[in-house]
């Protein structure tokens, strides 16, 4: 086989993971009756996050909310754009648990794009992918689908789940909060 031959299909999957089409554009929806995984990781800073403190029968009472969870990783174009969008959202929502994880990269890494992003979203390190395999953010291929965001509601449920990211996205992710969060 020539070198040719052997380059192009490797050129051809490497734009393939890279290009924002790779994850699937339009919103999916979820079974709303699914559970949501419960997992711990750790964030940036070492502190422990478990989404059953939250979410879920277990869940604390004063912690109880809904949560946001965006996989991303520091080498996402989609993911750049979406991040200050969901630092908007926040804003709009101090009722919801908005959470960035970063899908297997070192934390020097993650530090040095929080650094450059300047943004204070707190990041889970998902350093193995262990989370993003049950969320189906990275497939039976082995490939992450980046950014992927889910919606749980506080009972655990499984509200929303979308890939990729484009402009306008945030106001479907708006919407599902106000439904969400109950008027003080």
Known sequence: MSLVAKVIPITILFLLLVSPGTAQTDSTLVDSTRQAPTFFLKTLEGEPFFLSRHVGDRAKPRMKQPVVLSFFATWCIPCRAEIPKLHEIREEFPGVKIMLIDV??????????VE??????????????VVAKKYGVIGSDNLARLPSLAIIDSDGELSYFHQGYEKGDEEKVREILTNLVPDD
């Open 104 to 113: 297997n990269e070192k934390p020097d890494t993650v530090s040095a794009f």
């Open 116 to 129: 450059e992003m300047d943004f204070t979203l707190p990041v889970l390190m998902d350093l193995y992918g």
